[in-house]
């Protein structure tokens, strides 16, 4: 590379990860990503560390798990202090920037007690999950609420899309045959066409401003965020999208009648909640899964449009690519809609890491089933820019020993982990349980996935002989599975007694400091001949 490299990360909104057909789509067919997979890394065992899109980003732009950067739900701020990668690449030159959608909800209670001005410089930062903010928007928020204002808005009325949310009743609307406008928040519409030019509707408009940033970039090295909104709800898609596909391109659901009669307190509940009732139903799937097929197929194409774009700049030989989730969707799979918990569908996502280096020859087309998680690339991001490593603050590690060398590393992660927060669903309240125990953490090694439910029995899948996870063996009296339960149990114990928010300090100062006591204190000494025999002088010469 003749220059200082660059970084675009892409981050699709709610994308599952077998909805690309390098992941075994038969219908959807993505030949861009494809493109992309082949001339890079294509890793299937990548996971999120919360299956909800705020505290999984969180995580992923801070290399931390939800644990330590406490930002355990949507709308929970990050908080003042949390180091994000935008703070580790600015203290070594290179600008972070955010194009699109990042969740993130400003500590403004931290920042009025410490007296940052949310609008000064750091104040920006702070609110922007550490990023530059090109173009932020969020797009499910359309009215600002805790989130700002999107700029689409304002960008539809210059293109004459006229009404008083085109976001909402235009992009994410459609026309029934009758001429009514049709909201896309309810299901029954996902077959409409959106009621916006294709060229307009979200996805290009996003891949444009991605476009209109690295135009004017210059030399100097970034890292540019380009965080797609879709195919996350309202599932509606612009002609001529919304036509593309039809039931007989659906996946069967994968789901059993024993699920159905589970007897744990949390999935049951959440098979009773109102949002798995409803997407659960095979009328529903049938509306709303052509149009999430459309919506991929959608961002897709703006791939093309975008790869090739950078090609003809020459931006492909300095720039690392990377194509990710933060989360994926149910989509009526287990009896679930959304994505509240750990089934593949929801929590596992696809990972595609283009490096343009040398060093990635070796690698290139290659297939890695190693367990992955997100928070592995804030420090991938870190080390492709020559920065320091900083094991006491990212938990993740870099991907590069699976990115350069065709061959599994010696030493790699055993385990993956994610949790998940529940205090504000619908569920803890079917269940009954206090908020400080709707908690779950899931752990998986290559066969086992694991999940512990605060106050009630575990849930256990074999992955080997169970793939699609419908045999819940959290009960069983199997003693190999009672073996593998207390295991994964004592994992998950050993992983949450490591130093989690011990931030401020390097490891290298750490054991400078070992065995020393502060200079000017003496502990332990009986008299002046102890001292001496200590530090070889007079204990009147002491510091």
């Not at 696809?350 to 020859?361: H, N, S, T």
């Not at 992660?413 to 400080?436: F, M, V």
């Amino acid at each position: 590379m003749d220059r200082p490299g660059n970084v675009l990360w892409i981050m699709a909104d709610q994308l599952r990860w077998d909805y690309l057909s390098c992941y075994g789509h038969p219908h959807l067919h993505t030949p861009n990503l494809d493109r992309l997979a082949e001339r890079g890394v294509r890793f299937t065992n990548a996971y999120v560390q919360s299956p909800f899109c705020g505290p999984s980003r969180m995580s992923s732009y801070t290399g931390r798990y939800c644990r330590s950067h406490g930002a355990t739900w949507n709308g929970f701020p990050l908080r003042v202090g949390e180091p994000t990668l935008g703070d580790h690449l600015r203290r070594i030159g290179v600008s972070p920037v955010i194009v699109g959608k990042t969740h993130m909800v400003p500590d403004t209670r931290g920042m009025e007690w410490l007296g940052i001005d949310p609008g000064s410089e750091i104040g920006v930062q702070l609110s922007e999950c550490g990023f530059d903010p090109f173009e932020r928007d969020d797009g499910l928020h359309p009215y600002g609420s805790i989130y700002p204002a999107p700029n689409y808005n304002d960008f539809l009325r210059e293109q004459g899309v006229n009404a008083t949310n085109p976001w909402e009743e235009r992009a994410n609307a459609g026309v029934a045959e009758d001429g009514a406008l049709r909201s896309g928040w309810l299901m029954k519409y996902a077959n409409l066409p959106a009621n916006v030019p294709e060229e307009l509707s979200e996805t290009p408009y996003m891949t444009g401003r991605a476009i209109d940033f690295m135009e004017q970039a210059g030399d100097a090295p970034w890292l540019c965020h380009l965080s797609y909104i879709k195919p996350h709800w309202p599932y509606i898609v612009p002609a001529p999208y919304h036509a593309m596909y039809g039931t007989e391109h659906m996946l069967p659901a994968v789901r059993s009648g024993a699920e159905r009669e589970t007897d744990h307190p949390v999935f049951r509940a959440y098979i009773e909640s109102r949002i798995c009732r409803t997407v659960s139903r095979d009328e529903v799937r049938e509306r709303i899964i052509p149009a999430y097929m459309g919506l991929v197929k959608q961002i897709d194409d703006q791939m093309g449009r975008l790869l090739s774009w950078m090609e003809g700049r020459g931006l492909m030989e300095n720039t690392m690519i990377v194509f990710t989730s933060d989360h994926g969707d149910y989509l009526g799979d287990h009896w679930m809609g959304e994505k509240d918990l750990f089934h593949d569908p929801s929590v596992k996502v696809p990972l595609i890491v283009y490096d343009p280096r040398p060093e990635a020859d070796a690698t290139r087309g290659q297939v890695r089933d190693e367990l992955v998680e997100c928070i592995d690339l804030a420090p991938t991001f870190l080390n492709y820019f020559g920065g320091p490593e900083l094991p006491h603050i990212m938990e993740g590690r870099t991907l590069d020993p699976l990115l350069h060398a065709p061959d599994a590393p010696e030493a790699w992660r055993r385990y993956a982990i994610s949790e998940y927060d529940y205090a504000t669903r619908e569920a803890r309240l079917l269940i009954g349980n206090a908020q400080e125990d709707a908690r779950l953490i899931m752990i998986r090694d290559a066969r086992w996935k694991y999940i512990h439910a605060e106050g009630f029995r575990p849930m256990l899948f074999d992955l080997e002989t169970d793939p699609d996870e419908l045999e819940d063996l959290g009960a069983s009296p199997e003693p190999e599975h009672a073996e593998v339960r207390a295991r994964l149990h004592e994992a998950i114990f050993a992983w949450a007694r490591r130093h989690h928010c011990r931030i401020v300090l390097e490891p290298e100062r750490i054991e400078n400091m070992t065995g020393k006591e502060p200079p000017g204190i003496l502990i332990g000494f009986w008299d002046e001949a102890d001292f001496e025999a200590e530090f070889g002088k007079p204990f009147a010469e002491r510091p």
